[in-house]
């Protein structure tokens, strides 16, 4: 591995300039049979950051002192008279607004003359390469009778309306604004584009939030009409052909009660000399959308459904993805099964993948299952699930292996907390509660994780253009600071400090088994996802850190994402020929694409969902605000530390609400009262009185309202 690493790095020095990884392992010339190794000293390098890997998935050599302090950044956020921008070695770096030239949030930019002093790093953008969006979303506030446009996101200043737009807008409208830079002026006035309503609205500031992040909710007339003629063939005798009959086997899908777009069914067996049977049966989305049609660029440029409390933004028309395509017990569907075989250890013996037509027995619903598992189903409720209960109990006994046998590999499960909201008639929030996941909702995670992995495998091992999913090791700059925080929560940071900063998902693991049940537990987890890498799509198989996998893709979804669609089309190709480069010419570019444009569409639809859901927690505490509720600590600032109720609700409490109190931050878990000794840390009792919720901003402020009892 050695060797490796010293000719990626002369490759890279001699280049100098950032590669694409098929452009530097064409340089090297790594034959097939080399990947393994240059594979490992690729991460290890990117580990001890040796070489970095850009946004734009390059890899290059760190910026040193002799190259000038230069660096490639991007603007995150700007305030009055100063902005800041990250590195994309992950530094942030102070800019005077003198030092801009004319770089805006979100702007791409080389930074120039960076240099660190007491006070951190500071620089001068030197050239802006790639300019971000100027329209942006905000709202409307009247300040001494002039409109005031305040931008959503980390413009930290309200920006004057431009007159002539001014007319159309009433203070608290959540808005659409184009920001412009006044003649001969830094200043910039806002251009009032469009109107969503009233920014107390949750559901007027998910219209708006939709907006902000680029995704459309209409599809193009060309889309509907493609969707819908593909849609109106059925099934075929032509389309029956050549695929495995599953009709009569006791197939079922298991979704939520108000789910439509059914796209992944199950059906397992146990074998006479142990072991089980795994069938996972899934919508076969790629033989109803022709490559490059309309209907496939726009999934492509969609690349996931998105989901808020009072909608879902869909990746495919309904045509597809409630019609032909959904799995719809008692009716013929083509899919795409992957049939596997495991011994009674729950290791991978065998794996096989065919076109398949299915009829699914039953529409199962969590909750039922559920009821099924823990002895509580009636009558009616068994009548119905008697097809398939042989193969659900099989199935609950296979999961319960899997699981055990992921959690020695060294998986890791983190604890987070995802909510789930009630909305009225109107579309207001009226209800807020913790997302509980049954034994229904995790057997099914874990037969779909063992058929992502099988496809994965199956495709490493064929060498053919592919997109994976991967998750690369952390940031050891980062396990530096979750040393230092597993140590001042009186845990044993020891797992985490060898290999030179190169840690396995058993280290992780073992932390998390230390924090189970004490007070840093939450804190823990939430470190612990900061500290690990961001999962992405690549066409390189660099394995799954968090699932400690070494093989691992997304195959089971392919009606809400695009990833799982597109090794669909390859794995589909590669039924009909064998001949790699074949497969090489016709997919590398395209596998090469939809990796990138599917990470770029994830991190987005993940930033939108968070955003609404923070719009509509807001909403419901409007409703609250006076009431004094029981919580634990969540986080702790310099300034104030987060609670969260037992609802989910999470809120700011400042420090300067505590009576009579010295509290100073410890810098890292706890505020320290330096009269009594008294320390609030995570985990810790606090009661609190709900004093503001902003709907426009999701921000929701908390005071201390006395001692739990």
Do not use: W
Not at 49 to 73: F, N
Not at 134 to 157: K, N, Q, W, Y
Not at 571 to 582: F, H, I, V, Y
Not at 594 to 608: F, G, Q
């Amino acid at each position: 591995m050695k060797d490796y690493r010293e000719k990626i790095l002369h490759c890279l020095k001699k280049s100098q300039q950032s590669l694409q990884l098929r452009a530097l392992m064409r340089e090297l010339k790594i034959k097939a049979e080399q990947k393994k190794d240059f594979f490992a000293a690729f991460d290890a390098l990117k580990a001890d950051g040796s070489i970095i890997v850009t946004k734009k998935k390059r890899i290059k050599l760190p910026y040193t002192a002799e190259q000038d302090g230069k660096a490639e950044a991007t603007i995150i956020s700007l305030s009055h008279g100063f902005a800041f921008a990250r590195t994309d070695e992950g530094k942030d770096v102070f800019l005077h607004e003198d030092k801009l030239n004319g770089a805006f949030l979100g702007d791409r930019v080389i930074l120039t003359h960076v240099k660190a002093d007491a006070k951190g790093l500071s620089g001068c953008v030197e050239s802006v390469t790639e300019k971000a969006n100027r329209v942006l979303t905000g709202t409307v506030h009247i300040v001494e009778d002039s409109p005031m446009f305040a931008p959503d996101g980390a413009i930290r200043f309200d920006i004057p309306v431009r007159r002539k737009t001014a007319s159309a807008v009433k203070d608290g409208d959540k808005v659409q604004a184009k920001l412009h830079k006044k003649s001969h002026s830094r200043d910039m006035e806002a251009e009032i584009v469009k109107c969503y309503g009233k920014a107390g609205s949750a559901k007027v500031c998910a219209d708006a939030i939709l907006d902000q992040y680029g995704i459309v909710t209409e599809f193009p007339a060309e889309v509907l009409a493609e969707a819908k003629k593909s849609a109106s063939r059925g099934i075929t005798p032509e389309d029956r052909k050549g695929r495995l009959d599953l009709r009569d086997t006791s197939i079922c899908t298991i979704d939520g009660a108000d789910a439509k777009d059914l796209d992944d069914a199950i059906s397992v067996g146990k074998k006479r000399t142990g072991g089980y049977r795994l069938g996972v049966h899934i919508a076969d989305v790629s033989h109803y959308v022709t490559p490059d049609g309309d209907l496939d660029l726009e999934a492509r440029a969609r690349g996931t459904s998105v989901y808020f409390a009072d909608r879902v933004v869909p990746m495919l028309p309904e045509a597809l993805s409630n019609g032909v395509c959904s799995l719809n017990a008692g009716e013929d569907k083509l899919a795409f099964s992957a049939l596997i075989e495991l011994d009674a250890e729950g290791n991978i013996e065998s794996y096989r993948f065919h076109k398949s037509v299915i009829r699914s027995k039953v529409r199962g619903v969590y909750s039922e299952v559920n009821s099924l598992f823990d002895g509580t189903a009636g009558p009616e409720l068994r009548q119905k699930y008697r097809p398939v209960i042989r193969s659900l109990n099989a199935a609950k006994e296979l999961a319960e292996i899997l699981k055990k046998r992921f959690a020695e590999s060294g998986s890791v499960d983190l604890e987070t907390t995802e909510s789930e909201f009630t909305l009225n008639d109107e579309g207001v929030c009226v209800g807020v509660n913790p997302r509980h996941s049954g034994e229904a909702e995790q057997m099914i995670e874990f037969l779909m994780i063992t058929a992502n992995r099988s496809a994965a495998m199956l495709a490493r091992k064929a060498d053919i253009p592919f997109v994976y999913r991967v998750h690369e090791q952390p940031n050891p700059e980062r396990v530096k600071t979750l040393i230092q925080l597993v140590d001042a929560a009186g845990l044993d940071s020891s797992p985490l400090k060898h290999r030179n900063g190169v840690v396995s998902s058993l280290d992780f693991a073992d932390i998390i088994r230390q924090a189970q049940g004490t007070p840093a537990q939450k804190v823990i987890s939430h470190q612990l996802l900061r500290t690990m890498a961001k999962a992405r799509y690549a066409v390189e198989p660099l394995g799954h850190f968090g699932l400690a996998l070494e093989d691992y893709c997304h195959f089971t979804s392919p009606i809400r994402r695009y990833p799982d669609t597109a090794i669909h089309r390859i794995l589909s190709a590669m039924l009909q020929t064998k001949r790699k480069d074949l497969l090489q010419q016709k997919f590398a570019a395209f596998a090469s694409e939809a990796a990138k444009s599917s990470s770029d569409a994830e991190v987005r639809a993940m930033n939108a969902e968070r955003s609404a859901d923070d719009c509509y927690m807001a909403e419901y505490m409007t409703q609250h605000v006076g009431e004094v509720y029981d919580g634990v600590v969540s986080g702790v600032t310099q300034r104030g530390v987060f609670v969260e109720l037992a609802n989910s609700v999470e809120g700011f409490v400042p420090m300067d609400s505590f009576p009579d109190s010295h509290y100073s931050f410890d810098g890292s878990l706890s505020q320290v009262d330096s009269h009594t000794g008294q320390k609030i840390t995570i985990g810790f009792p606090l009661r609190v009185r709900a004093v503001s919720a902003e709907v426009a901003t999701g921000r929701i402020d908390f005071v201390y309202a006395g001692q739990t009892d």
